[in-house]
Antibody, heavy 116, light 110 residues
Framework: QVELHQWGAGVVKPSETLSLTCAVYDGSFRNYYWSWIRQPPGKGLEWIGE???????IYNPSVTGRVHISVDTSKSEISLELTSVTAADTAVYYC??????????WGQGSLVTVSS | QSALTQPASVSGSPGQSITISCTGT?????????VSWHQQYPGKAPKLIIS???IRPSGVSNRFSGSKSGNTASLTISGLQADDEADYFCSSYTTTYIYIFGPGTKVTVL
């Protein structure tokens, strides 16, 4: 049974960097694309970007220039960094495992609030 | 890339069938069969219920089915049950290699 467990700071100051990490348990890490998806409170989902262990990474233009997603195959971990955050970045962030252009496994979600 | 279009809410009585539409463009829904649907309960992570327009993952009830015609995909829930009350999001891969979502549809069981 594949499990994704994520963690990171729950409050980030405006203009600073949001950092989250997601560990994958009991699953094949190398065969999949790993995405981050976020959901502002009371709103819909937004795909942030995805990365593969091969190095192929692609980001949503809405965050390009501020975002970095990396995978660490030795630890089976995926990381998200989002710089220069504003209140608009306040959301629940999910790490997900991608397959067949969809997301079959999701982390528990991390609420990140941008506030001074 | 604009978001997909979904109705804000759909309702039905137990046992009925309901259909949720998801409209995109020829650059996303109309171009690929890479449309998926997720179910989300309040405070919970989304759950994949349909991938590739009409593929149900293992363990998902066969009361859920998907289809597509042109630029519009649809999710049908047959034999509506109380625990189908949730939010449903569609998503699509696009010709610019990114994914977009619909705003979500709240399903209410009357």
């Amino acid at each position: 049974q594949v499990e994704l467990h994520q963690w990171g700071a729950g409050v980030v100051k405006p203009s600073e960097t949001l950092s989250l990490t997601c560990a994958v348990y009991d699953g094949s890490f190398r065969n999949y694309y790993w995405s981050w998806i976020r959901q502002p409170p009371g709103k819909g989902l937004e795909w942030i970007g995805e990365s593969h262990h091969s190095g192929r990474t692609i980001y949503n233009p809405s965050v390009t220039g501020r975002v970095h997603i990396s995978v660490d195959t030795s630890k089976s971990e995926i990381s998200l960094e989002l710089t220069s955050v504003t209140a608009a970045d306040t959301a629940v962030y999910y790490c997900t495992r991608g397959n067949d252009y969809s997301w079959s496994h999701w982390g528990q979600g991390s609420l990140v609030t941008v506030s001074s | 890339q604009s978001a997909l279009t979904q109705p804000a809410s759909v309702s039905g009585s137990p046992g009925q069938s309901i259909t949720i539409s998801c409209t995109g463009t020829s650059s996303d829904v109309g171009h690929y069969n890479h449309v998926s649907w997720h179910q989300q309960y309040p405070g919970k992570a989304p759950k994949l219920i349909i991938s590739e327009v009409n593929i149900r993952p293992s363990g998902v009830s066969n009361r859920f089915s998907g289809s597509k015609s042109g630029n519009t995909a649809s999710l049908t829930i047959s034999g509506l049950q109380a625990d189908d009350e949730a939010d449903y999001f569609c998503s699509s891969y696009t010709t610019t290699y990114i994914y977009i979502f619909g705003p979500g549809t709240k399903v209410t069981v009357l």
